[in-house]
């Protein structure tokens, strides 16, 4: 069984560049919900989509937007970078309460 | 204001005896809490999980104790591997006014496992 899938696996980009990750979560999973994680610091909350709709926001600035598509894999957009988003960006997909997570996508902002 | 906290950052212990990694909260509205754990440049790979309802879940060689009064759990891994050096992290979750599970994490405890 696959589990969860991002893309693409590493990315480098300049400031004021944007950037969109993507994210497959496991099949029968409605459930998507995305992390920064920074060096030497545990996962931060940025985003929650559940059936398409968005259930729940971090404390992200409006760079940092998502949507959830019918099939339920899910886009991170960031705008502008700033240096301060380099990270790897973690998507965690769930069915109840345990969520799942993909291998992460490592973004350098130059 | 960390909610989660791992105290300790790191633990060495010798193969085939006990690690217990620790774990402590503030936030009484947690009701759901996990284990993951993370090797470098992989994502975090869930490990076992707790309900407030209980005080101990087991799973193989993983144990997580959950003592509510003290807002403290711990995992417990008998016995240890050097499979298990890895970085470990706590979570908790509790459901709030959005209908949404976010985890809140510590900050992680890296346990290396000496052969």
């Known amino acids: 069984d696959a589990g969860v899938t991002q893309s693409p696996t590493h990315l480098i980009k300049t400031r004021g560049q944007h950037v969109t990750l993507r994210c497959s979560p496991i099949s029968g999973h409605k459930s998507v919900s995305w992390y920064q994680q920074v060096l030497g610091q545990g996962p931060q909350f940025i985003f929650q989509?559940?059936?398409?709709?968005?259930?729940g926001r971090g404390n992200f600035p409006d760079r940092f937007s998502a949507r959830q598509f019918p099939n339920y894999s899910s886009e991170l957009n960031v705008n502008a970078l700033l240096l301060g988003d380099s990270a790897l960006y973690l998507c965690?997909?769930?069915?109840?309460?345990?969520?799942?997570f993909g291998p992460g996508t490592r973004l350098t902002v130059l | 204001d960390q909610q989660v906290k791992q105290n300790s950052p790191s633990l060495s212990v010798q193969e085939g005896r006990i690690s217990i990694l620790n774990c402590d909260y503030t936030?009484?509205?947690?009701?759901?809490f996990l284990w993951y754990k993370k090797y470098p440049a992989e994502g975090p790979t869930f490990l076992i999980s707790?309900?407030?309802i209980k005080d101990k879940n087991e799973d193989g060689r993983f144990t997580v104790f959950l003592n509510k009064s003290a807002k403290h759990l711990s995992l417990h891994i008998v016995p240890s591997q050097p499979g298990d050096s890895a970085v470990y992290f706590c979570a908790a979750s509790g459901r709030n006014a959005g209908n949404n599970r976010k985890l809140i994490w510590g900050l992680g405890t890296s346990l290396a496992v000496n052969p």
């Open positions: 989509y559940y059936e398409k709709e968005e259930r």
């Open positions: 965690a997909s769930s069915f109840s309460r345990e969520q799942f």
């Open positions: 936030n009484s509205m947690f009701d759901y």
């Open positions: 707790i309900s407030s």
